[in-house]
């Protein structure tokens, strides 16, 4: 089935320091999306892809549809505290249903 | 807005019992996702419903059922609960695009 892997696992940073996260894929994906999941609770939307090599941001976040249609990244910059939790790629094929990637811990130290 | 509310928050059965998971979707949304995240995992597919009827299935062990009502609202039946179940339940409800999916907080099931 499709697999989606996602680097670093963890990531720890000092506060006021830029985050790279990348996913990528054996398979094509029509769309990525990217989530924070905070413990215990749901993830939450950041940012959504639908075309390949389409950049787009979001207040501190960008994050990238890569040209092959198989990977996309994430950047976070000058990363603050409550920026704490995981982060999720997740891809959507022909079907509806996500893909998730295998997440990036993300701790920030003050 | 109305979100994607999921009861009860938290659950702990024993080990055989069953329990029922409810998800109540975005209003005028008719597709729900679920998805099963153990502890530090990534959520994994489970099933999703369109307009009542299943639309897609995925890593849903026998045990499990699911369905969606007339109020598009969907209920997952676990039954013969193994320690393994532990995990939390997500269902999401996509964007009317289909391009996006939003979450529940998610219910944390504790078989013991």
């Known amino acids: 089935g499709q697999q989606l892997n996602q680097s670093p696992q963890s990531m720890f940073i000092q506060e006021g320091e830029d985050v790279s996260m990348n996913c990528t894929s054996s398979?094509?994906?029509?769309?990525w999306l990217w989530y924070k999941q905070d413990p215990g609770e749901g993830p939450v939307l950041l940012i959504a892809?639908?075309?390949?090599?389409e950049l787009t941001s979001n207040g501190r976040l960008t994050a990238q549809f890569g040209i092959t249609r198989k990977d996309s990244f994430l950047n976070i910059s000058a990363s603050i505290p409550s920026d704490v939790g995981i982060y999720f790629c997740?891809?959507?094929?022909?079907?509806?249903?996500?893909?998730f990637g295998t997440g990036t811990r993300l701790q920030v130290f003050p | 807005a109305a979100g994607v509310i999921q009861s009860p928050r938290h659950l702990i059965k024993e080990k055989r019992e069953t329990a029922t998971l409810k998800c109540y979707p975005i209003?005028?949304?008719?597709?729900v996702y679920w998805y099963q995240q153990g502890p530090g995992q990534d959520p994994q597919f489970l099933i999703s419903f369109y307009e009542k009827m299943q639309s897609d299935k995925g890593s849903i062990p026998d045990r499990f059922s699911a369905q969606q009502f007339s109020d598009y609202h969907s209920e997952l039946n676990m039954s013969s609960l193994e320690l393994g179940d532990s995990a939390l339940y997500f269902c999401a409800t996509p964007s009317k695009g289909n391009t996006e999916a939003f979450f529940g907080q998610g219910t944390r099931l504790t078989v013991v």
């Open positions: 209003p005028r949304h008719d597709t």
């Open positions: 398979s094509i994906f029509n769309t």
């Open positions: 997740a891809g959507q094929g022909n079907t509806d249903k996500l893909i």
């Open positions: 892809l639908y075309k390949a090599g």
